[in-house]
Nanobody, 117 residues
Framework: QVQLVESGGGLVQAGGSLRLSCAAS????????MGWYRQAPGKQRELVAT???????QYADSVKGRFTISRDNAKRTVYLQMNSLKPEDTAVYYC???????????WGQGTQVTVSS
């Protein structure tokens, strides 16, 4: 099992910035991925950004150039720096962790991000 504890989020005006953090604990295998999904009301959950233990990253087209994902492996923590926020970024953001070798996924409880226009 892997436990995830998220922090950050909140209310910000359009053009502002927020940073999300997610700390993982438990059975963390060497080959893994950490990242963020989001779900807006009435929409499906979508990938925002992910970062693999080897370093490669992946972003949704809608956030490229505005969001940056990073990891501190010593702290087992992943961060999402969100700049130039738009009202359409409003959603519940979920941290996730995947132990790739055993295809096991774990989810955080979600944190609300609201961007006002």
């Amino acid at each position: 099992q892997v436990q995830l504890v998220e922090s950050g989020g909140g209310l910000v005006q359009a053009g502002g910035s927020l940073r999300l953090s997610c700390a993982a604990s438990g059975r963390i295998l060497n080959l893994n991925a950490m990242g963020w999904y989001r779900q807006a009301p009435g929409k499906q959950r979508e990938l925002v950004a992910t970062m693999y233990s080897g370093g490669p990253t992946q972003y949704a087209d809608s956030v490229k150039g505005r969001f940056t994902i990073s990891r501190d492996n010593a702290k087992r923590t992943v961060y999402l720096q969100m700049n130039s926020l738009k009202p359409e970024d409003t959603a519940v953001y979920y941290c996730y962790f995947r132990n790739i070798g055993i295809q096991a996924d774990y989810w955080g409880q979600g944190t609300q991000v609201t961007v006002s226009s």
